[in-house]
């Protein structure tokens, strides 16, 4: 086997621990009818194991030097196929194609929230991510409200999923070994389609766009009310005017969203 010449710049770190990439699929809670999408290929280490345990397995890689090392994963699992493509460019119209899918992935991580926005909010979400991510990334996406790690992030992925941490994930698995430890988190998709999403978001954005703003300044910033209009609307849902974008929650941002939708 020819000795590989793994590029940093596709976030090109793979897993060859047997024993991890099972716990990976385990975690993943897939099963003999599930249709799986992966996102980076790689040498197809996670992509054999997944292949051994769901109906399908549909893998993006955007590296066509790693064709060479598919022949056995393809020649020994007919459930497996392997587009050497750029999943970012992937259209909307070709992820509604897939049907009831799972995103099972070990992202390369220099687009791992472009990647996780693209799946959320296209027309055919999964029905859940498994997806291992740098530490810090899962750090903001569990965090709490009023803590450094709270943020856009979380927010926006609490509107899509219920996100859980399934472990920590050592330097030292990863081949090359990156700087920095990993996390495995497991996001359930649930159905908020009466939450208008995209002004939630805009909302998000504003509110943290001077951490060292408050709230209600932030706001300002972006909508066309008026101070005492939004300091009103604070005071309806018992928020103190005073606070920053970093104390609300997700219940209370739909609910503020819900109140300046009123003025506009
Ligand atoms: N799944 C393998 C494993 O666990 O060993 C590889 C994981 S590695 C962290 C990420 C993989 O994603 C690399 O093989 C890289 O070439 C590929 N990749 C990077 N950017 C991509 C993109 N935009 N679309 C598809 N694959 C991409």
Redesign the pocket.
Known sequence: MKVFDY?KS???????DINL?NAIVSDSCVDKDDFVL??????????AVLANRVKHVL?????KR?EFYHTDLLHKNLNVSVRY?????LSDRDICSFGNYKVV???????TTQ?IFKLLECGNPPKSITI?VQKEVADRMTAKPNTKDFGILTLNVALHTKPKLMRIVKSEV?TPQPKVDSALMHLTSYDNSCVDKQAVKKLVKCAFGSRRKTLVNNILACYNVTRLQIVQCLTNLGIDASVRGEALNLEQFIALQEQIKKLC
């Not at 992966?38 to 992509?47: D, K, P």
């Not at 893998?59 to 590296?63: A, M, T």
């Open positions: 590029k596709l976030g090109q770190n793979f897993i060859y990439l992966e996102i980076g290929t790689g040498m197809g280490t996670l992509t893998s993006f890689e955007i590296d790693l493509e750029d999943f970012l460019l992935a070990n992202l390369p991580y220099y687009i990647i291992m990863f």
